[in-house]
T-cell receptor, first 116, second 113 residues
Framework: DGGITQSPKYLFRKEGQNVTLSCEQNLNHDAMYWYRQDPGQGLRLIYYSQIVNDFQKGDIAEGYSVSREKKESFPLTVTSAQKNPTAFYLC???????????????FGAGSRLTVL | AQSVTQLDSHVSVSEGTPVLLRCNYSSSYSPSLFWYVQHPNKGLQLLLKYTSAATLVKGINGFEAEFKKSETSFHLTKPSAHMSDAAEYFCVVSDTGRRALTFGSGTRLQVQP
């Protein structure tokens, strides 16, 4: 079955450490997204990528970095510069514009990061 | 810029009674609108979408939503709540400039036995 796999599901980090969250999709989608979810705030866009080797900052990109070297993969690094990294992180993907279902996001199951 | 406002952060209903989750949107042109559902510690699942076809949209699990342009609303309804409907629901508007979605702050639905 096609889908999005995020790992790890739970991650603990000490202050000052960088961590990388994995996101892999086998849906052949062109666009991929990272969202951060905090209680009572909905989802906020961190970074997105519409094509391999290209990505753009979302609304809350500070303290995060991404890469898009392969179509299937869009890892997110939470750096030590992120002041409040404890949150639930969701990866999503979407088909290329004009394709069937192109305006619908498919989500992974999420990764919960806790800073100790 | 586009935005959505979910008017209730929490809604509590009894099993078997109707559900109404309210959403208002702001958009400078015809938007695409969605409702997603999230169960605890899970990803989001699409319930239904509006993309300028019929204004009454039917989704999964008996949910439906009506697009009302004059009221800039896209409220989610279900005639009879089930215990399994307890979850968080997000109203979402498309942002075609970035091909990303803008999420409301969510409504937590509780279903009492």
């Amino acid at each position: 079955d096609g889908g999005i796999t995020q790992s790890p599901k739970y991650l603990f980090r000490k202050e000052g450490q960088n961590v990388t969250l994995s996101c892999e999709q086998n849906l052949n989608h062109d666009a991929m997204y990272w969202y951060r979810q905090d209680p009572g705030q909905g989802l906020r866009l961190i970074y997105y990528s519409q094509i391999v080797n290209d990505f753009q900052k979302g609304d809350i990109a500070e303290g995060y970095s991404v890469s898009r070297e392969k179509k299937e993969s869009f890892p997110l690094t939470v750096t030590s510069a992120q002041k409040n990294p404890t949150a639930f992180y969701l990866c999503a993907s979407r088909a290329r514009q004009g394709a069937r279902g192109a305006n619908v996001l498919t989500f992974g199951a999420g990764s919960r990061l806790t800073v100790l | 810029a586009q935005s959505v406002t979910q008017l209730d952060s929490h809604v509590s209903v009894s099993e078997g009674t109707p559900v109404l989750l309210r959403c208002n949107y702001s958009s400078s042109y015809s938007p695409s609108l969605f409702w997603y559902v999230q169960h605890p510690n899970k990803g989001l699942q699409l319930l239904l979408k509006y993309t300028s076809a019929a204004t009454l949209v039917k989704g999964i699990n008996g949910f439906e939503a009506e697009f009302k342009k004059s009221e800039t609303s896209f409220h989610l309804t279900k005639p009879s709540a089930h215990m399994s409907d307890a979850a968080e629901y997000f109203c979402v508007v498309s942002d075609t400039g970035r091909r990303a979605l803008t999420f409301g702050s969510g409504t937590r639905l509780q279903v009492q036995p």
